[in-house]
């Protein structure tokens, strides 16, 4: 059973940086460099959006709304998945989290594996 879990949240002022960080465990014989890994967020009252994924062999895929702005990256040495957001806006609030599987879901919520979340708070 693959674990995920995010930490790196926190409460900003618009303009800001943070980078969330998400470390995989349990993945079992098969390497986590063979899973698809992507980041989603969920503000409260809306679905969950996938903002962005990321493959071990460096293809990306962003939400339009963070292009240009949030750069998603992994370690696969340290079974590590990566989020800098830059440019923060109050609509980035939302609960963060990271998701893994072995299938290709780019940013369609449908990820086998889910971290617990962490927060980001965006004030103006």
Not at 27 to 36: C, D, K, S, T, V
Not at 57 to 83: E, P, Q, W
């Amino acid at each position: 059973q693959v674990r995920l879990v995010e930490s790196g949240g926190g409460s900003v002022q618009a303009g800001d940086s943070l980078r969330l960080s998400c470390v995989a465990s349990g993945y079992g014989y098969i390497n986590y460099f063979m899973y698809y890994t992507a980041w989603f967020r969920q503000a409260p009252g809306k679905e969950r959006e996938g903002v962005a994924s990321i493959y071990s062999g460096g293809s990306t895929t962003y939400a339009d709304s963070v292009k240009g702005r949030f750069t998603i990256s992994r370690d696969n040495a340290k079974n590590m998945l990566y989020l800098q957001m830059n440019s923060l806006k109050p609509e980035d609030t939302a609960m963060y989290y990271c998701a893994a599987d072995r299938r290709n879901w780019l940013l369609l919520d449908s990820y086998n594996y889910w971290g617990q979340g962490t927060q980001v708070t965006v004030s103006s």
